[in-house]
């Protein structure tokens, strides 16, 4: 088992701007409630991860950085203010030197420790002493983590297409099967294949107030849209 030196780093919207494209996925929840769990089970799974030694979060919402941090999370605010890769360069730097550093995206609620530890398990090996690694989410796009081994920037570049981004930039493709970590929420499909593979407490207890309750026992693409319609 590797020894608990990562550093994770988690940027998070202000709830009212966050996961523009999940608004009305859970019939009777408010939408900040819902951006916020994601965030608090993607949070509390590295949190658990047993290679992680802290995790910065960055935020400017207050409601964010008050749940997070009873997680047991370290809260630095967004003082770049100028978008995602900006938050995650600046929560590398706020977790200092000599440390290893992974960008996670905030919206895994399925996610599980020992999927990310083997990730980063395979970041560590693969990329070696210089190398950055990412891991490219379900649909192979996008990236839902960017490791950095001390002494090496961390290079973000999420956003559209940034797995192909990150590759461009030198980084590696880590090729696990990590279905948990793989799995990014941005749509009401996308949770409901979440759902189906198993979503961390506080996103569970959203889909239990929620007419999507039963999302978990059908088909992914279908999911939510047949329980918010029932």
Known sequence: MDEATWVVVLPVKRLHVAKSRLRGALPGVPHESLALALAQDTAAAALSCAPVAEVVAVTDDPAVGRALAR???RVVPDDPRDGLNAAFAHGATAAGAGRPVAALAADLPALLPE???AALHAARVEGGARARSFVADAPGT???????PPGTALEPRFGPDSADAHRRSGALPLAGHWPTLRRDVDTASDLAAAALLGVGPATDALLGESHAGNCRDLRP??????????
Do not use: F, N, S, W
Request: net charge negative; glycine share 14%; proline share 0%.
């Open 71 to 73: 997680l047991g999370a």
């Open 115 to 117: 999927e990310l530890a």
């Open 142 to 148: 996008g990236t839902v983590l960017l490791t950095a």
């Open 221 to 230: 693409a279908d999911a939510v849209r047949d329980c918010a319609a029932g």
